[in-house]
């Protein structure tokens, strides 16, 4: 499973929990304050919280979810700067 293998890298290399961190882009509406997905007709969620699932799973490591849309096109614009696009 990807979560056994996130938290084994994140042992083998020694990094600090603090230093590492999971970015999650997923189809639908989004609420990225709370990392849920509020509405993704395709897998059928609604208000499920994505976010805390994948934390608890991942030993606690930080998750952040958002638009895969808004997540490609955040990347695309400046990826030397990570920050929220006004609009696209």
């Known amino acids: 499973m990807q ?3 996130i938290v084994r ?5 020694g990094l600090a929990p603090e230093g590492v ?4 882009g997923v189809p ?3 609420d990225h304050v709370t990392g849920t997905s509020v509405f993704a007709a ?4 609604r208000g499920f ?3 805390a699932r994948l ?8 998750v952040f ?8 096109v955040d990347g695309r614009s400046d990826w030397r700067r990570p920050r929220l696009a006004a609009s696209f």
């Open 21 to 24: 961190g999971i970015g999650i």
């Open 3 to 5: 979560a056994e293998a």
């Open 65 to 72: 979810v958002n638009n895969d849309v808004r997540m490609y």
């Open 28 to 30: 639908g509406f989004v």
């Open 42 to 45: 395709n897998l059928g969620w």
């Open 9 to 13: 890298l994140q042992q083998e290399t």
């Open 55 to 62: 934390s608890r799973v991942l030993s606690g490591l930080p």
């Open 49 to 51: 919280p994505l976010a």
